[in-house]
């Protein structure tokens, strides 16, 4: 099963790990592209603004503005020369000889272009005297870049004729010739523009991202707790296995011996034997019911039965039995002024019973248990303490666990199910009470149960 669940995580790894580096790619990508369309925006824009600089600053034929646009071409033939043309700007009162004038329609649709290409061919001889007003260039490049909802602070540059524009720059030529300048529009703050306009994209993709590393973590955290439920329940079998096989190989022995060996005829040894029996029998049927217990009080089927109680007679009670059973070392302080508490006597008794138990199977040699009865302001509290082995800090999350046993390097060297802990847990939650423990290898363990 180990394998397999490796197996599963390695491919939910594989494929968390796929998407979050998609998902990076693909904000990558959407940013690059972002970049690549804001830039063909503002060359665009550029060569928009110096086509209407070109315009506003040439004189175009008037016949351009009428319904149906037209052009006049002037052609003239001087003596043996080849035809000239040009273009006629005004009305033409006196025309040389063999002068012939024709008149070329211009198409509406196309009607922007032709005075772009008119504009240009007169600003690029007004070029060679007059100097680039790039103030109004600027006015006409804000007003263009306004229009397309860019604001960006911006700066204009007139570069020396090249033959092709500068890579990665906004740039445009100011002319069609190959000798005309260049106009180059330097920007700041783009990236900023650009993270605004991918902003949501980004932060959908960081929340896609982070889901799939928190699904990834909660996944291990799943699987790594069903491999450890998966080896305590392996061990609580195990643990019960043995432990019931002691008591029915005993119950068998004597058995044998009572009816095989003729035991039963020798009343002191019958006495004896049956007496063994009956202890036996009354722990299973102890183990028993604490297992019934913990999941009668899981699922309410039984309640505690709060009444006055002595305290001290409660815990005296206790203390004797294992200071007969055992010969521990038990003292018991009672720091309130009080003796009559409203609880359960059977579950104060069975979570005291647990503890102690606890302390002294593993406590190890010349164990002394400390139990204290004290108030604090919302009610008042048990603190059973021990001069044990201890527990180590990487094992005290779990000990509350059912069926957890803290982890030894012989599995059977304590007899338990790793129900005790849990089952006081639970009777001291059926009491609103709260349980912690504090505890360090080789100093000891604290329990401190506080009730309202």
């Not at 998902?23 to 503002?42: D, G, H, I």
């Not at 007003?133 to 263009?144: C, T, V």
């Not at 009080?297 to 039995?321: H, Q, T």
């Amino acid at each position: 099963m180990k394998k397999r669940l490796t197996f599963l995580l390695l491919i939910a790894a594989l494929t968390a790990g796929g998407i979050i580096l998609f998902q990076c790619y693909w904000v990558y990508n959407n940013y690059k592209t972002a970049e690549q369309n804001l830039s063909k925006q503002l060359a665009d824009a550029l060569q928009k603004s110096i086509d209407n600089y070109q315009i506003q600053q040439s004189q175009l034929p008037a016949t351009l503005e009428y319904p149906f646009p037209y052009v006049s071409v002037l052609e003239t033939t001087p003596g043996d020369t080849d035809k000239r043309l040009k273009l006629i700007y005004g009305n033409i009162k006196r025309l040389p000889s063999l002068v012939k004038i024709q008149q070329v329609q211009v198409n509406p649709a196309s009607l922007h272009s032709v005075k772009v290409i008119l504009a240009g061919a007169q600003f690029m001889s007004a070029t060679l005297t007059n100097s680039i007003r790039l103030n109004k260039l600027k006015n006409i490049f804000k007003s263009e870049l306004n229009r397309n909802n860019i604001e960006l602070p911006f700066t204009l540059v007139i570069l020396k004729p090249q033959q092709k524009l500068p890579l990665g720059k906004i740039a445009a030529y100011i002319s069609y010739s190959k000798n005309s300048p260049i106009i180059e529009a330097r920007f700041s703050n783009v990236n900023q523009i650009l993270l605004i306009q991918n902003i949501l994209p980004s932060i959908i993709s960081f929340i896609l991202i982070m889901l799939s590393a928190g699904s990834l973590c909660y996944m291990w955290i799943i699987i790594r707790r069903q491999m450890q439920l998966d080896h305590i329940k392996n061990d609580f079998i195990s643990n019960i296995t043995h432990e019931l096989r002691t008591p029915i190989s005993i119950l068998k022995s004597t058995h044998e011996a009572l009816f095989k060996y003729g035991g039963i005829y020798e009343p002191e040894k019958a006495d004896r034997y049956l007496k063994i029996n009956t202890d036996i029998l009354d722990k299973l049927d102890h183990n028993v019911d604490r297992i019934l217990d913990i999941t009668r009080y899981e699922s309410g089927d039984k309640l505690a039965k709060p009444n006055w109680i002595d305290i001290n007679e409660v815990i005296m009670v206790v203390m004797e039995r294992f200071i007969l059973d055992t010969g521990a070392t038990i003292d018991f302080f009672n720091n309130t002024d009080l003796k009559a508490f409203l609880t359960d006597s059977y579950i104060i008794d069975t979570i005291i019973s647990n503890l102690v138990d606890n302390a002294i199977k593993y406590g190890g040699e010349h164990i002394k248990v400390s139990i204290t009865v004290e108030s604090f302001e919302k009610g008042w509290q048990l603190n059973i303490q021990d001069n044990g082995r201890g527990i180590d800090h990487q094992y005290l999350p779990f000990i509350f666990d059912k069926f957890y046993r803290v982890p030894s390097g012989n599995l059977h060297e304590v007899k338990g199910y790793g129900l005790g802990l849990s089952y006081v847990k639970q009777l001291v939650t059926s009491l609103n009470g709260v349980i912690s423990v504090k505890s360090k290898l080789n100093s000891g363990t604290i329990f401190t149960i506080q009730f309202p």
